[in-house]
Structures are given as structure tokens and as C-alpha cells.
């Protein structure tokens, strides 16, 4: 999934949370705006009740206190990207019913006023086919058989990523672990896919295809997202933790650093001063000037490194990693002794998760 959304384009902005095209959609349109200016018309109208439908998720995610970062319009319909954290079952619930809700009351809205302005909305729907009614009529029926399906099939197939997926798991979460709860949905999802490409093969529906694609990868996707989220959660960085690391004082020379870099094949160091930590890497080194390698203390091109603890977590770890971007960082044992952990042996041990 992040393959699928790496390539979007900011249009808009609404509470903070940004309103992406990706590459892919804005092919599709052009692409059909010269082969078929209606159509591309009825879409664009289209993917903004999808986008609303997203925007209604996240809105209801953000009052759960759960951080959006972003809505991504594809050309299959749109994908919130929000934090993957183990979301209350209930919260969850509420979350993706939000976007079926928000369709359903738009077509309640237009049979509300098809009624109360008594249109003949029967024979318009009857017509509709054939085309052989005015552009208005016609946009009338479509925004409002569009939202139906998009509100039921989110809704009402039980499979990632749509809705109805998300409330499955939720409703599994109830009676086991989230993580056990999400491989499930997966399991369900993929089976579901399945049928439907089976199905839509043999009625030759090319679309319907596409969307199965999208729905075992979106499964796959949110499975391992749910499972490296759980590892980072409940793993501790003892189980990486490492004594082969090089640890100078502050007022060390750069050209010391370089040594011991080069002869223990290391790419950083840590540099302590007093009950401060700070990290001095080899790209560091290399912008000081040759000249200046034995008058300059490590101290002074060193950067400042957070202090992890025995029984911080992966998720702390790779969040102070992030934020600093720094390769090591160092870790106080229980005991008081020093030990370090590397970004490359949380990376790789992340990986395995996944694989």
C-alpha cells in the first residue's frame, strides 16, 4: 500500500488532513477527458463523494484521538492513511461506519427532495440506460446510484480494506488478540477476493478484477502493518542491545574518531559528556577540514542523542531514530552500564517481522 500511495499530489487541505491525487488517478482522468469528456465529468463528480466518504472516516478517527495523515484519490477510490495503531474494537466500528453513512444519507437526501418536489425519479431511473433524458436528470441518478453502491459495497463485504473488513475485525477483536483478529480479516479477505475474480472472470467484468487486486493487497497490507505495529509495541530493545560500539570523551579529537572508526569498521561512535550522550558519525567527520581534525573535539561536531532505556520499546526506539536520524543510539541498562542500539539491527529485525 505505500507503493500505491508514494506517487500523490496535494490539492487540498481540509482540518489538517491533506487531500492527495495520485499519479495514476490523474492519468486515468486526462486520459478519459480526451477519449470520453463525459464520463471523465461523471467521475470527477463521483470521486468527490469518495473523497468526502474518506474525509468522513477520518474525521470521526481524529475525535478517537488517532492522527490522519493524509486522503489519496486513486483511480479504484481513495485510501485514508492513518496511524496504524491496535484501535479499540468499538472505536473502530464507529470509524468505518462513518464513510457508509455519509453515502446513505446523501441518498436519503435525494429521494427526500425527489418526494418533496414530487420529480418523477422512476422514470428518470427507468430512462437512465437508454440515456434519453437531460445531462441534470442524469447526474441526479448517478450521484445517487453512485453513492447506494459505494456505501454498500464498502459496507457490506466483509474485506480489507473496505469498511466492511475493518468491522469485521473490530467485531473479532471483541473475543481475541487484535493482531489474531486482523490475520482472520486477512484470511477472509483473500478468500472473498478470490470468488469475486472467479466470479467477475466468468461475467468478464474487467473492473470488478481490478478491485479483487486492490482487495488482496490492501488485505496483505493491512495485515502486516497490524503486525509489525504489535512488534513495536511489545518487543523491548534488550533483545537488541550491543557492547560493540565506541564510546569517546568530549574532548577527544575528530582525527581519534576517525581512528577507531576505521579500525573497528564502524560508521559512529558515541561521545559522552557528563550524564549527556551525543553521536558522532563519519559523514560528521568528513565535512570538518583535514587541517582542523586533531584541534577539533569531537564534542563540538557531535549531535545530541536521546537515552533509551533496557525496557524502552521498539515503537520509542524507532521514534527517536526517526526523529533524529541518527544510525546508534544509547541505552542504559537496569544495571547502570551502557549498551547501544543500532538503527540497522532494528531495521533488520523489523524486516523479519514482516517476512
Not at 491496535?86 to 464507529?94: D, N, Q, R, V
Not at 473479532?172 to 478468500?191: E, N, P, Q, V
Not at 550491543?242 to 559512529?268: E, G, N
Amino acid at each position: 500500500m505505500v507503493l500505491l500511495v508514494s506517487m500523490s499530489y496535494k490539492i487540498l487541505s481540509i482540518k489538517g488532513i491533506d487531500i492527495e491525487l495520485h499519479l495514476f488517478f490523474i492519468i486515468f482522468i486526462l486520459s478519459l477527458l480526451i477519449l470520453d469528456p463525459l464520463t471523465s465529468f461523471f467521475l470527477i463528480i463521483i470521486f468527490v463523494f469518495v473523497a468526502l466518504h474518506e474525509l468522513s472516516h477520518s474525521l470521526v478517527a481524529m475525535r478517537n484521538g488517532i492522527k490522519v495523515k493524509k486522503i489519496v484519490l486513486l483511480p479504484i477510490g481513495g485510501v485514508a492513511m492513518i496511524d496504524n495503531v491496535e484501535m479499540k474494537p468499538l472505536s473502530e466500528i464507529k470509524m468505518a461506519l462513518a464513510g457508509p453513512l455519509f453515502n446513505f444519507l446523501v441518498v436519503y437526501l435525494l429521494l427526500f427532495l425527489a418526494y418533496i418536489f414530487q420529480l418523477p425519479l422512476v422514470e428518470w431511473i427507468k430512462a437512465f440506460s437508454s440515456g434519453n433524458i437531460s445531462l441534470l436528470q442524469m447526474l441526479y441518478v448517478y450521484v445517487l446510484y453512485a453513492n447506494l453502491i459505494l456505501g454498500a459495497f464498502n459496507l457490506f463485504v466483509p474485506a480489507f480494506p473496505l469498511d466492511g473488513g475493518r468491522i469485521l475485525r473490530a467485531v473479532l477483536a471483541l473475543k481475541m488478540d487484535y493482531l489474531k483478529a486482523t490475520d482472520y480479516a486477512r484470511k477472509i479477505s483473500l478468500i472473498i477476493a478470490a470468488i469475486m475474480f472467479v466470479l467477475a472472470f466468468h461475467f468478464g467484468d474487467l473492473w470488478i478484477m481490478i478491485i479483487t487486486f486492490f482487495i488482496a493487497l490492501g488485505a496483505v497490507g493491512e495485515y502486516e502493518a497490524t503486525l509489525i505495529q504489535h512488534s513495536l509495541k511489545s518487543r523491548k530493545v534488550s533483545e537488541l542491545l550491543t557492547s560493540d560500539f565506541i564510546l569517546l570523551k568530549a574532548s577527544d579529537p575528530v582525527a581519534t574518531a576517525l581512528y577507531y572508526m576505521i579500525m573497528r569498521d564502524k560508521k559512529s561512535c558515541l561521545v559522552r559528556y557528563y550524564n549527556r550522550f551525543f553521536v558522532l558519525e563519519i559523514k560528521d567527520v568528513l565535512r570538518v577540514p583535514r587541517s582542523r581534525w586533531l584541534s577539533t573535539a569531537v564534542v563540538n561536531v557531535a549531535k545530541p542523542a536521546f537515552i533509551l532505556y533496557e525496557k524502552s520499546s521498539f515503537e520509542e526506539s524507532l521514534r527517536h531514530f526517526k526523529k533524529t536520524g541518527l544510525s546508534m543510539l544509547p541505552v542504559l541498562r537496569d544495571d547502570g552500564s551502557l549498551s547501544a542500539l543500532y538503527f540497522s539491527d532494528l531495521q533488520s529485525s523489523l524486516e523479519k517481522v514482516k517476512g
